[in-house]
Protein backbone atom coordinates (compact mmCIF):
# COMPACT_ATOMS: atom_id res chain seq x y z
CA UNK A 1 0.00 0.00 0.00
CA UNK A 2 1.27 3.47 -0.76
CA UNK A 3 -0.34 6.78 0.97
CA UNK A 4 -0.33 9.65 -1.22
CA UNK A 5 2.46 12.72 -0.14
CA UNK A 6 -0.75 14.56 0.99
CA UNK A 7 -2.60 12.01 2.88
CA UNK A 8 -5.82 12.32 0.84
CA UNK A 9 -5.08 8.88 -1.47
CA UNK A 10 -4.04 5.36 -0.69
CA UNK A 11 -3.31 3.22 -3.56
CA UNK A 12 -2.92 -1.15 -3.76
CA UNK A 13 0.38 -1.67 -5.61
CA UNK A 14 -1.21 -4.84 -6.61
CA UNK A 15 -3.82 -2.89 -8.84
CA UNK A 16 -1.49 -0.52 -10.53
CA UNK A 17 0.46 -1.58 -13.46
CA UNK A 18 3.00 1.10 -13.27
CA UNK A 19 4.05 4.23 -10.97
CA UNK A 20 6.63 6.84 -12.90
CA UNK A 21 7.39 10.25 -12.57
CA UNK A 22 5.42 12.81 -15.27
CA UNK A 23 7.95 13.93 -17.49
CA UNK A 24 7.29 18.04 -17.64
CA UNK A 25 5.71 18.51 -13.82
CA UNK A 26 6.60 17.08 -10.52
CA UNK A 27 4.50 14.91 -10.22
CA UNK A 28 4.51 10.95 -8.62
CA UNK A 29 1.31 9.03 -11.02
CA UNK A 30 0.53 5.35 -10.71
CA UNK A 31 -1.60 3.61 -13.52
CA UNK A 32 -4.02 1.43 -12.10
CA UNK A 33 -5.25 -1.43 -13.44
CA UNK A 34 -9.03 -0.57 -13.00
CA UNK A 35 -11.83 2.41 -12.85
CA UNK A 36 -9.09 5.24 -13.96
CA UNK A 37 -6.15 5.73 -16.12
CA UNK A 38 -4.03 7.17 -13.50
CA UNK A 39 -3.73 8.00 -10.08
CA UNK A 40 -1.81 11.60 -8.77
CA UNK A 41 0.41 9.87 -5.50
CA UNK A 42 2.30 13.06 -5.23
CA UNK A 43 3.09 16.78 -6.37
CA UNK A 44 5.83 18.54 -5.57
CA UNK A 45 7.59 22.27 -6.41
CA UNK A 46 10.11 20.75 -8.87
CA UNK A 47 10.67 17.41 -10.73
CA UNK A 48 13.89 17.01 -8.52
CA UNK A 49 12.05 16.51 -5.16
CA UNK A 50 9.93 14.42 -7.39
CA UNK A 51 12.92 12.30 -8.26
CA UNK A 52 13.92 12.25 -4.34
CA UNK A 53 10.38 11.19 -3.22
CA UNK A 54 10.47 8.69 -6.16
CA UNK A 55 14.05 7.27 -4.89
CA UNK A 56 12.64 7.24 -1.06
CA UNK A 57 9.82 5.00 -2.21
CA UNK A 58 11.58 2.61 -4.66
CA UNK A 59 14.26 2.46 -1.53
CA UNK A 60 11.02 1.65 0.94
CA UNK A 61 9.77 -1.25 -1.82
CA UNK A 62 13.40 -2.95 -2.16
CA UNK A 63 13.10 -3.03 1.69
CA UNK A 64 10.18 -5.09 1.58
CA UNK A 65 7.81 -2.37 3.32
CA UNK A 66 4.05 -3.41 3.14
CA UNK A 67 2.91 0.26 4.07
CA UNK A 68 4.85 3.50 2.85
CA UNK A 69 3.63 7.04 2.96
CA UNK A 70 5.53 9.34 -0.06
CA UNK A 71 6.86 12.06 1.95
CA UNK A 72 4.68 15.37 1.09
CA UNK A 73 6.14 18.42 -0.69
CA UNK A 74 7.61 20.48 2.50
CA UNK A 75 9.67 16.94 3.85
CA UNK A 76 13.12 17.94 4.82
CA UNK A 77 14.17 14.50 3.21
CA UNK A 78 13.39 16.05 -0.34
CA UNK A 79 15.62 18.76 0.29
CA UNK A 80 18.97 16.21 0.44
CA UNK A 81 20.45 14.12 -1.62
CA UNK A 82 20.58 10.36 -1.71
CA UNK A 83 23.97 8.56 -1.65
CA UNK A 84 24.53 5.42 -3.26
CA UNK A 85 24.24 3.65 0.05
CA UNK A 86 21.20 4.38 1.01
CA UNK A 87 21.51 7.24 3.03
CA UNK A 88 20.98 10.84 2.67
CA UNK A 89 22.95 14.09 3.02
CA UNK A 90 21.69 17.68 3.14
CA UNK A 91 22.05 19.86 0.45
CA UNK A 92 23.98 23.14 1.77
CA UNK A 93 23.49 26.28 0.36
CA UNK A 94 25.10 29.68 1.63
CA UNK A 95 21.82 31.76 2.17
CA UNK A 96 23.00 34.11 -0.52
CA UNK A 97 20.77 35.21 -3.49
CA UNK A 98 21.09 36.95 -6.74
Given at each position: ?????D?????????C???Y???E????L??KT????HCEL??Y?T?E?A?R??GI????????K?V??????D?E?????????????????N?K?K
Open positions: MIIGGGEVIVNVDNTNIIHKYGRICEVNSPGRDKKRAFLVNAMLDGQFKLPGNDRLNTSLRGTGGFRTTQTGT
